[in-house]
């Protein structure tokens, strides 16, 4: 029984993934078209505030008991906040101003990267193993082949640096969420996150002049559905996925969603905004493929090599 528990955890928690790959590879495409009107950490603060009181709201609701989260919890769910959702996701709503949205997604493909690199140096982990290694290469060079001149990159180093940023802080904050002292459970502690990151976003945007720059009778329906895939789709589904997946999942596999993420952002570039699609953006996308392929297998074969029973001579 407790088996077939384990297995249907395992499923439901690869369809969050799966959901998470798609979902938010469209979110790139939906702020970018968002931040036309309305200033990056002012749309990206109220997207979390808006999210992150409905889902407490329906976190209520939905427990069996009502557990208050302590102060602790409350604690801990704010500095995952202020890395994931204030750190990480305000850079690149800043950075959408003047990045493609398929160029940004590609960028934050160095997410993997720096969560095997953290984990190790960290001493959470042994590393992805050889395979999972040549994941993160073969991934990372097909993100390469995307960034190179013939696909329209040439990012200026400010964005570029920015991005880089990004990647590193969701990393961290992915890696610091499996052992942080979060409520149990993972609904409140979504929300939580939501709204701590917010109340920063919506802050920082303030201080940094974006209330005067916004004007409400400059948004249109464009902008409107935009906002609302944002809340719907990439928060409260798209980032609760997450959640539950990392809970669920190691850390390494969770993290190929920043690969397949740039292919969704990419095509829906294209298609959505006008963004160019070429050949070597094919050739590209197969590497990434085999990247997540990798990235998927490496650590499960590295732990079953080192499980496997060892034969005696001559068995």
């Known amino acids: 029984m407790f088996t077939k528990l384990r297995g249907s955890r395992w499923l439901v928690a690869w369809a969050a993934l799966v959901v998470v790959y798609f979902m938010w590879g469209s979110t790139f495409t939906a702020i970018q078209v968002a931040v036309r009107e309305v200033p990056p950490f002012l749309m990206a603060g109220s997207r979390f505030l808006v999210a992150g009181v409905i889902l407490y709201l329906v976190a209520g609701r939905t427990a069996s008991g009502h557990h208050r989260p302590s102060l602790r919890e409350v604690r801990a769910a704010a500095v995952v906040g202020a890395l994931l959702l204030l750190g990480a996701n305000g850079l690149v709503s ?49 993100v390469a082949l995307l960034a190179g001149p013939g696909s329209g990159g040439r990012l200026q180093p400010v964005f570029a640096a920015a991005l880089l940023l990004s990647s590193l802080l969701w990393a961290a904050g992915s890696l610091y969420s499996r052992t942080a002292p979060l409520p149990r459970s993972l609904l409140q502690a979504s929300a939580l996150e939501m709204l701590a990151g917010g109340v920063g976003l919506v802050a920082l945007g303030a201080a940094t002049g974006e209330l005067h720059q916004f004007h409400v009778q400059q948004v249109g329906p464009a902008t409107v559905l935009a906002f609302g895939w944002l809340v719907v789709g990439g928060s409260l589904l798209g980032y609760s996925c997450y959640v539950f997946a990392l809970a669920s999942l190691p850390t390494t596999t969770v993290a ?4 397949v993420n740039p292919l969704v952002a990419i095509v829906l570039g294209w298609v959505v905004l006008g963004q160019g699609l070429t050949l070597g953006t094919v050739a590209a996308a197969a590497m990434i493929t085999v990247g997540v392929v990798l990235m998927v297998s490496g650590p499960a074969l590295a732990r079953r090599r080192r499980t496997a029973p060892v034969l005696a001579e001559g068995g």
Not at 97 to 116: E, N
Not at 124 to 134: C, D, E, F, I, Q
Not at 256 to 259: F, K, M, S
């Open 94 to 142: 800043w950075a959408e101003l003047r990045v493609p949205s398929g160029m940004a997604a590609l960028m934050i493909a160095t997410v993997p990267l720096w969560m095997a690199v953290l984990a190790v140096l960290l001493n959470r982990a042994s590393g992805p193993g050889v395979l999972g290694w040549a994941g993160v290469a073969v991934g990372l060079a097909g």
């Open 256 to 259: 190929t969603y920043a690969y």
